[in-house]
């Protein structure tokens, strides 16, 4: 991947304690690749919540989102979080990935903003060191099927 990780508590973001806030981000060379954002707080039934994972289109695919998550997992793991949980637009491509990862699927979170509708689709795992694990899972490679 040829990058560096680096970790941060965040500063009270929407008034969010800092203490139990960390942002982590990859960067290589000059360009910041992704992001995530994590929070220790009760989020639909676990102890910790995913609030934001990014990764630049330009990125995506070479394991920088994996990398992200494992950080975020860590330090929310040091913090006593034991579940975690998140939520990511019902249409997005990330949802197959999430749903790969055996997160759980929950309710469906809907907001309006102005005339527009936002449903968000809410992804749990019971047990973080079990996401860990799976994370630490080489990826399944597909291979195309010869038939003569």
Same mark, same amino acid.
């Given at each position: 991947?040829?990058?560096?990780?680096?970790?941060?508590?965040? @500063?009270?973001?929407?008034?969010?304690?800092?203490?139990? @806030?960390?942002?982590?981000?990859?960067?290589?060379?000059?360009?910041?690749?992704?992001?995530?954002?994590?929070?220790?707080?009760?989020?639909?039934?676990?102890?910790?919540?995913?609030?934001?994972?990014?990764?630049?289109?330009?990125?995506?695919?070479?394991?920088?989102?994996?990398?992200?998550?494992?950080?975020?997992?860590?330090?929310?793991?040091?913090?006593?979080?034991?579940?975690?949980?998140?939520?990511?637009?019902?249409?997005?491509?990330?949802?197959?990935?999430?749903?790969?990862?055996?997160?759980?699927?929950?309710?469906?979170?809907?907001?309006?903003?102005?005339?527009?509708?936002?449903?968000?689709?809410?992804?749990?795992?019971?047990?973080?060191?079990?996401?860990?694990?799976?994370?630490?899972?080489?990826?399944?490679?597909?291979?195309?099927?010869?038939?003569?």
């Amino acid at each position: 991947m040829g990058s560096r990780l680096r970790s941060r508590p965040a @500063t009270g973001e929407r008034g969010w304690p800092s203490t139990q @806030t960390t942002c982590c981000w990859s960067r290589t060379r000059a360009r910041r690749s992704g992001y995530v954002l994590a929070r220790r707080n009760p989020f639909q039934g676990t102890d910790a919540e995913i609030m934001a994972l990014h990764v630049r289109a330009a990125s995506r695919g070479r394991g920088y989102g994996t990398a992200l998550l494992r950080a975020a997992l860590l330090a929310l793991q040091a913090k006593g979080a034991q579940s975690v949980g998140l939520s990511t637009l019902e249409a997005h491509t990330s949802r197959a990935w999430y749903e790969r990862l055996n997160g759980q699927p929950g309710g469906v979170l809907t907001q309006t903003y102005g005339d527009h509708v936002v449903r968000e689709v809410v992804f749990s795992w019971p047990a973080i060191r079990a996401l860990l694990t799976h994370l630490e899972s080489p990826p399944i490679e597909a291979h195309p099927i010869n038939r003569h």
